[in-house]
Each structure stands twice: as structure tokens, then as C-alpha cells.
């Protein structure tokens, strides 16, 4: 565990990031700690030589690897801007004994409400009617069909926090099923939000929505693949505000194309930021953002905050409270 009597700790934030970090300073002032910027330009060893000698990291979605997390201090801290740490080697950080956290409780409105517009976006067909109208066309009506939502089934993949949320929003507009794939999920905590807990390809069958809300680890990439996508419904819409490849992008692009998908509405792709060429960008039954539905001002001062809240416990010779890699620490 790091020392309480150390004074003038380096923090390093690994850019790209946020406007100020006055907000990160202020709370690790007691601790004579410096922030320091760093701004990421896609190579590894950029962040290998500014995470050396730092006593606690602030990252968003630049990678963490073994040999970074080597050269930090012992009883170092690495914090996810963010919930999603598949960026960071939390085995390498166990074995180190550096700890890891993420912020779980940030963004759940943003990321909701950005689910539930991109449904909505899609299934209204607002971008594309919107350059239609633009364009001079008047009264497209049926060229192009829109189904009713209610009385269709919602199928939530991951059923943490945000997914509840947006599960309910989406509710409103008359989704009256909801399936639940999601291998945590306790069946009586099923039962208790009255939602089906049901396999993968139960829930790609039978939704007539479709959102993702996993985490990305090796049994959940591309868990929605060509054979999934075969299983789904032509009237279906699939929503991505999780990880890009929690999804098989080819096989998305090629489903889409031959309308054997309704639309999509994605905001995280398997390359960030992606090609200018990208397939997707062709299609006009896709409704597609960069990777924003975490984003408010609230949302982004919120989640600085709590980023550093969880260096000062450390600093301070505690654990973090989202600590994700824990060792027995006695």
C-alpha cells in the first residue's frame, strides 16, 4: 500500500481528455500532487514512457499494457475515465499490485437517453427522411416502412445500471417484453425486475429491438456475429452503446445491405475513430455517433471528479471503491 507521508506524487492524465484538469488538481492538492497531461498519438510507447515513475494514471481509451504498468510506482493507481476496462492488463496490475478502478456510476442518463435516440433515430427514420425532405422529396410515406414499437419485445444484452435505465425509457414507447441475456443476472433478480432471463439466440429470435450494453472481454467479442444476425428478424434494429466489437462489423454491413435488418444505431465502432471509407457510411438505414453517448458537461465534471476521488483514497492509504483487480491486501 503506498505511503502516507509521501509527498509530491505525479498523476499522469493520458490524452485525449477533457478541457481542464483544475477539477483533478484541486482535489489532489492535499497530496502535493502533480497532473500531468499527456497527450496519446496511437503508439504504445508514448504511454510506456509517461506512465514511468507516476504514481497514478488517468486514462480514457488509450492502452494500458503489462509494460507500461512496469514502470509505474509500487502501490500505483490506474482509473478508467470511464466503465469499460478493456484498455487496461488487470492481470499485469494485480500481479504489480497496482490498483484499477473505474467509474461504473457516471454517465447512466447520457448513455440511456443515447441508446433510446438512436432506437428512436432509426426506427422513425429521422436522419434519412430529414436529407429526403432537404433533397426536395415530399410524401415518401410507405416507400420506405416504419413499424409500430408497441406490442414488440426488447432484448437488453448486459444488464447493468445504464441498461436498466434505458430498458426503462425504452418501455414507453410500448415494448412490453423485455429478454435479458446476461450470465450475472440472477434469476430472482430477473424475476424481481420482471424482465425473461433467456440465451443469445433466444433473444436475437425474438426481439423486435435489440441493445448492447456488455462489457468487452474474449467470450463477449463479435457475440453478435453473421449466425446471430441470420436469426433476427428483418423488422429488427439493433442498438450499440457498448463496445464496437461486441458486434462483427462485416457481417452488420452485409445484413443491413440486404435488408435482412431493419437498421442500426451505433456509436462505437471495432476501429476508433474509423476509416473514412467505412462501409457503414454508405448505408442509410444506420443512424451513427462517435462514441458520445457518455457525454454532458455534468456527465464530464461528474466524472472527473470521481476519477480523482478515487486517487485520493489511495493517496491516502485506502482502496479504491471500484477497485476491479483486487488482491488481499492485508
Known amino acids: 500500500m503506498m505511503s502516507t507521508s509521501r509527498s509530491g506524487r505525479r498523476v499522469v492524465?493520458?490524452?485525449?481528455?477533457?478541457?481542464?484538469?483544475?477539477?483533478?488538481?484541486?482535489?489532489l492538492a492535499p497530496f502535493h500532487a502533480e497532473v500531468e497531461p499527456v497527450t496519446w498519438d496511437g503508439g504504445v510507447d508514448v504511454i510506456t514512457?509517461?506512465?514511468?515513475?507516476?504514481?497514478?494514471?488517468?486514462?480514457?481509451?488509450?492502452?494500458?499494457?503489462?509494460?507500461?504498468?512496469?514502470?509505474?510506482?509500487?502501490?500505483?493507481?490506474?482509473?478508467r475515465y470511464g466503465v469499460g476496462v478493456d484498455n487496461i492488463d488487470l492481470a499485469a496490475a494485480r500481479e504489480r499490485q497496482i490498483y484499477v478502478a473505474n467509474i461504473p456510476s457516471y454517465g447512466v442518463d447520457e448513455?440511456?437517453?443515447?441508446?433510446?435516440?438512436?432506437l428512436l433515430a432509426v426506427y422513425r427514420r429521422i436522419v434519412s427522411r430529414d436529407r429526403e425532405v432537404r433533397d426536395g422529396a415530399w410524401g415518401v410515406g410507405q416507400k420506405r416502412k416504419i413499424y409500430a414499437l408497441r406490442g414488440g419485445t426488447l432484448g437488453i444484452v448486459g444488464f447493468g445500471r445504464i441498461a436498466r435505465r434505458a430498458m426503462a425509457k425504452m418501455q414507453v414507447f410500448g415494448l412490453d417484453r423485455v429478454l435479458v441475456?446476461?450470465?450475472?443476472?440472477?434469476?430472482?433478480?430477473?424475476?424481481?425486475?420482471?424482465v425473461e432471463k433467456v440465451d443469445l439466440d433466444t433473444l436475437c429470435r425474438e426481439?423486435?429491438?435489440?441493445?448492447?450494453h456488455a462489457p468487452l472481454n474474449d467470450e463477449t467479442r463479435h457475440m453478435i456475429n453473421?449466425?446471430?444476425?441470420?436469426?433476427?428478424?428483418?423488422?429488427?434494429?439493433?442498438?450499440?452503446?457498448?463496445?464496437?466489437?461486441l458486434v462483427d462489423e462485416t457481417a452488420l454491413v452485409e445484413a443491413?445491405?440486404?435488408?435482412?435488418?431493419?437498421?442500426?444505431?451505433?456509436?462505437?465502432?471495432?476501429?476508433?475513430?474509423?476509416?473514412?471509407?467505412?462501409?457503414l457510411f454508405a448505408l442509410d438505414n444506420v443512424v451513427l455517433s462517435d462514441h458520445a453517448a457518455w457525454y454532458s458537461e455534468q456527465s464530464v465534471q461528474e466524472l472527473q471528479t470521481l476519477a480523482a476521488e478515487e486517487i485520493a483514497r489511495v493517496f491516502g492509504g485506502?482502496?479504491?471503491?471500484?477497485?476491479?483487480?483486487?488482491?488481499?491486501?492485508?
Open 111 to 118: 448513455v440511456s437517453d443515447h441508446a433510446t435516440a438512436l
Open 318 to 330: 485506502g482502496e479504491p471503491k471500484a477497485w476491479l483487480n483486487r488482491w488481499d491486501a492485508t
Open 13 to 27: 492524465v493520458v490524452e485525449p481528455g477533457y478541457e481542464t484538469y483544475d477539477t483533478e488538481r484541486r482535489i
Open 226 to 245: 453473421a449466425d446471430r444476425l441470420a436469426m433476427m428478424k428483418p423488422t429488427t434494429i439493433l442498438v450499440n452503446v457498448g463496445r464496437g466489437p
Open 181 to 194: 441475456h446476461d450470465p450475472y443476472l440472477a434469476p430472482d433478480a430477473a424475476a424481481e425486475t420482471e
Open 49 to 79: 514512457q509517461a506512465l514511468r515513475g507516476a504514481d497514478a494514471a488517468l486514462v480514457r481509451e488509450s492502452p494500458v499494457n503489462a509494460e507500461a504498468l512496469a514502470g509505474m510506482a509500487s502501490g500505483a493507481i490506474v482509473v
Open 256 to 279: 443491413l445491405r440486404d435488408a435482412r435488418l431493419l437498421g442500426a444505431g451505433i456509436d462505437v465502432f471495432d476501429e476508433e475513430p474509423p476509416p473514412a471509407d467505412h462501409p
Open 207 to 212: 426481439s423486435d429491438v435489440i441493445t448492447l
